[in-house]
């Protein structure tokens, strides 16, 4: 089934008025944004690179109160920027129906960034999270599947711990979020 979100477009917010409207997580992101650095030349110059493509639309879905999206946005809204890329941001609360087309092992999980083409199709999505990180969640979900067993909880809790380490690791959300953006762009 292909998926086309054409009906979106126009429908969400700007990366800015996503930001200027968080009532929670507000400062972690700013902080985010405001200390996002390239981490190499390469990398920079093949977002800027991407100006000169004006075939590709950008949806993120995504949840101020959701930590991944406090990590990874800022990073994929800088990211973006350098792009040009026409980008819009769905609150994941109004946008349902398209978070159901993205579930993360069956479940919805944000920030998810969209590319489509200018008539909607999907051509690619990234997320939750960066791929290491995402490798935790996996493993924890293979091995307690049961969400009603009396120690969830306490067990999801320390894998979310893991997580906040996770990506910190190596040069940071920065190096793994911005990689796999650039991976995925470069196939479409």
Request: with cysteine; proline share 4%; net charge negative.
């Amino acid at each position: 089934m292909s998926i086309n979100v054409s009906d979106k477009f126009g429908k969400g917010i700007s990366p800015r008025q996503f930001m200027d409207g968080m009532q929670r997580n507000k400062e972690a992101f700013q902080a985010g944004y405001d200390a996002f650095t390239w981490i190499n030349d390469e990398d920079r110059e093949f977002f800027e690179s991407l100006n000169f493509r004006d075939d590709i639309r950008v949806l993120i879905l995504a949840a101020e109160w959701c930590g991944d999206v406090v990590r990874s946005v800022p990073v994929i809204f800088r990211a973006l920027e350098t792009s040009g890329f026409t980008t819009e941001v769905l609150i994941l609360e109004d946008h349902q129906e398209v978070m159901d087309h993205f579930l993360t092992m069956g479940g919805r999980a944000v920030p998810i960034v969209i590319f489509a083409d200018t008539g909607g199709h999907v051509l690619g999505a990234w997320g939750p999270r960066p791929a290491h990180v995402q490798q935790l969640m996996v493993q924890f979900k293979q091995e307690n599947p049961d969400r009603e067993a009396p120690d969830y909880n306490d067990k999801i809790a320390v894998v979310r711990e893991g997580m906040a380490k996770k990506y910190e690791e190596g040069a940071g959300v920065n190096e793994s979020v911005v990689t796999e953006l650039r991976s995925m762009i470069s196939g479409l």
